[in-house]
């Protein structure tokens, strides 16, 4: 748990699309950056109780229940004491009907005086706090702007008001100066933003195994979008740690070839809407030119600029778990399957339109990777040596081999496959253990579960001996009972971490392939049950204790599970073929 005594599973996401608040069970705003994903906190008692929320204060509250309305990214809380339920709306106005910036949170007559708590630290803690009294408005460092039903006060560097019993009140953080509100105003925004979340879902129904989780996941998705430049956050959080007081502690908050790509593609695949797949093309092609090594970094700002360097803050860091850093030192890594992934995600936008958005940036990385394949990179997991990775070679051959297909130039295509054939010969001569499995890097004795992928990218057959020598090494030394499963970590102990919930359903997906269906819902359940009450993923779930682990929520858990899920209704509808026939 957190120093006051939030863990991971208690958190809540709220967004706009453009930046995300974490709201926990008793409706306490502890993480919140203004503006975008990326910038500095004014809320960061997440990570160190001293460095701001926004709390509310009722005598003997505990939390009863908590949803979403709808497909939104609007919240609903309810809250009980033990004179009666309390409930609070949180939302971020989002739509041509709603104004931009704004955190607003609409409260039902509470059954006791509540007393609500605003202290703001600017700038990741950094800035010296100023509240100055405008009106009935609160003003934060000459910026933010704090408004509410009651009449607010100010002392020792925070905003409050009390909410008397019995009536109903609201409050609204708003990122820049704005004319007080009345409560009429707020509802409207909260229709609006309704309408627009309605809007965003159009198209994307899904009918099929698991409908309400895949729903969930698609919400998660889709708060971590930055609408305007399409751009997918890995999630909205940093330093949340993969082992408990341990160092691996990230900044998460960017766009990672990686994670995008494999976004893009579960997304299309799931409702064959091209608009994604396009604007995260442009979103790379964007990009281009701002690495000094790469035709486009491996990860970037929503500015599309590379992510900036790595610094550390001097926090308490959640529970004890320090450095906490911003920014990213794995920026300039060489990472192949970054790359790879970008051909995968247009491989599939291709093959649904006559037309080759971006062709030029798409060509120019599969280049890249035709001349650099040889070369050793950081891995999937970025680790801080390089290795003849396999999983990079694997996912090189197939993303070259997918996208020569589409291109118009002969030499060019033929370069390409070149590539893939003497990749091919790589693997099966150097990647291999002794027991004939895939090895994690070459010359090595060991696996790792993103080899469960390969048959996914086409690599491979599920059944080949190779496949299964490598899905036996997996199960009896990196998962739990073979439901969940953990990554293999060249620089660190990752069984000290949480299972990695990605590639649990990777392996998932896997099952399916071999139409062992049942299997691959027993995996599917003991991954969910790592999810908390909203069906949010972190990235790692330890299933001694039950706690989250890693940056939250976490877009990379929900791709994969929609993609294996995409799969297994598929699987699903095949057997019902199959048996109707």
Request: aromatic share 10%; net charge negative; glycine share 8%.
């Amino acid at each position: 748990m957190g120093e006051n005594g939030e863990m991971i599973s208690d958190l809540a996401i709220i967004g706009d699309r453009r930046t995300a608040a974490l709201v926990d069970r008793k409706g306490d705003i502890l993480w919140y950056c203004p503006g975008r994903f990326d910038c500095p906190s004014l809320f960061a008692a997440l990570l160190d109780p001293k460095l701001g929320a926004w709390r509310l204060d009722m005598p003997d509250v505990r939390p009863v229940h908590r949803s979403y309305l709808d497909d939104s990214g609007v919240l609903r809380t309810v809250l009980a004491a033990p004179q009666g339920e309390w409930t609070i709306t949180d939302f971020m106005p989002i739509g041509p009907n709603a104004p931009e910036g704004l955190v607003c949170r609409l409260f039902s007559a509470p059954p006791t005086d509540v007393r609500v708590f605003l202290r703001p630290r600017p700038n990741y803690g950094r800035d010296r706090v100023v509240l100055k009294t405008a009106g009935n408005a609160v003003v934060i460092n000459g910026r933010y702007n704090v408004h509410a039903s009651c009449p607010l006060e100010v002392a020792d560097g925070e905003v409050a008001f009390t909410l008397p019993a019995g009536r109903q009140g609201w409050a609204v953080l708003a990122e820049r100066e704005t004319d007080p509100p009345n409560s009429g105003e707020i509802e409207r925004w909260l229709t609006a933003t309704l309408a627009h979340w309605r809007r965003t879902f159009e198209g994307a129904s899904y009918s099929g195994p698991y409908v309400r989780e895949v729903a969930a996941s698609l919400r998660a998705l889709r708060l971590l979008t930055h609408e305007q430049t399409g751009g997918i956050v890995a999630a909205a959080t940093t330093s949340l740690p993969e082992i408990p007081g341990g160092v691996a502690n990230w900044d998460y908050r960017y766009v990672w070839l990686r994670d995008a790509g494999m976004i893009v593609s579960a997304l299309t695949r799931l409702d064959g809407d091209l608009a994604e797949g396009e604007r995260y093309l442009e979103f790379i092609c964007s990009s281009r030119g701002s690495s000094p090594r790469y035709p486009v970094p491996v990860f970037s700002t929503l500015d599309y600029e590379r992510a900036p360097e790595e610094e550390t803050l001097d926090w308490a860091g959640y529970v004890g778990s320090r450095p906490v850093r911003i920014g990213n030192g794995a920026r300039d890594q060489m990472q192949l399957d970054a790359f790879a992934n970008v051909l995968l995600a247009a491989k599939l936008i291709y093959q649904r339109s006559e037309r080759r958005p971006h062709w030029e940036t798409v060509s120019a990385i599969a280049d890249f990777l035709a001349e650099h394949w040889r070369e050793p990179d950081h891995g999937i997991w970025e680790e801080p040596v390089t290795r003849q990775y396999t999983a990079g070679k694997v996912i090189v051959a197939c993303g070259l081999g997918s996208i020569a297909e589409f291109s118009s130039d002969p030499g060019q295509a033929e370069r390409w496959r070149t590539a893939v054939g003497e990749i091919r010969d790589f693997v099966s001569k150097e990647c291999m253990t002794s027991t004939g499995a895939y090895a994690v890097y070459a010359g090595s004795e060991e696996v790792d579960v993103s080899a469960a992928l390969f048959p996914v990218w086409a690599y491979t057959a599920p059944d080949t001996p190779e496949m299964l020598a490598t899905m036996a090494a997996l199960e009896r030394d990196w998962s739990r009972k073979g439901l969940l499963y953990w990554r293999r970590l060249e620089c660190s102990d990752s069984r000290k971490e949480g299972a990695f919930l990605a590639g649990t359903f990777w392996v998932a997906q896997y099952w399916i392939m071999r139409g062992d269906l049942e299997r691959a819902r027993r995996i599917f359940d003991a991954g969910l049950a790592c999810a908390n009450d909203l069906g949010l993923f972190a990235e790692e779930g330890d299933p001694q204790t039950g706690r989250m682990l890693g940056n939250f929520p976490q877009a990379f858990a929900h791709a994969a599970f929609i993609g294996a899920v995409i799969d297994l209704k598929a699987a699903l509808e095949g057997e019902a073929g199959g048996e109707k026939a």
